[in-house]
């Protein structure tokens, strides 16, 4: 089994900042990818950004030049840098691993709300 945690979501003014993070533990030997999606009141789920085992990158268009996906040393740690918020960017955020042979799984979810 795979587990993901979520931190460092809550309540920031539009233009601030805040990092995401969401660390992995289990089995998690063979990580293909980790992501960020979000899910706002009334919408799908929709990709933020991406990061593949060999360090490629990939953004949704709304958050380019403002989010950046890294992972620490160890590769079971990914983060989102999240800069220039806007009140759009309100949703519930969600970590995601693909892990060979096992699947995906996700985290719970981390609550990031944007506004004045």
């Known amino acids: 089994q795979v587990q993901l945690v979520e931190s460092g979501g809550g309540l920031v003014q539009p233009g601030g900042s805040l990092r995401l993070s969401c660390a992995a533990s289990?089995?998690?030997?063979?990580?293909?990818?980790l992501a960020w999606y979000r899910q706002a009141p009334g919408n799908q789920r929709e990709l933020v950004a991406v990061?593949?085992?060999?360090?490629?990158?990939d953004y949704a268009d709304s958050v380019k030049d403002r989010f950046t996906i890294a992972t620490n040393n160890a590769k079971n740690t990914v983060y989102l840098q999240m800069n220039n918020l806007k009140p759009e960017d309100t949703a519930v955020y969600y970590c995601?691993?693909?892990?060979?042979?096992?699947?995906?799984?996700w985290g719970q979810g981390t609550q990031v709300t944007v506004s004045s």
């Open positions: 995601n691993a693909l892990i060979h042979m096992l699947g995906t799984y």
């Open positions: 289990g089995s998690i030997f063979g990580i293909l990818a």
């Open positions: 990061i593949s085992g060999d360090g490629r990158t």
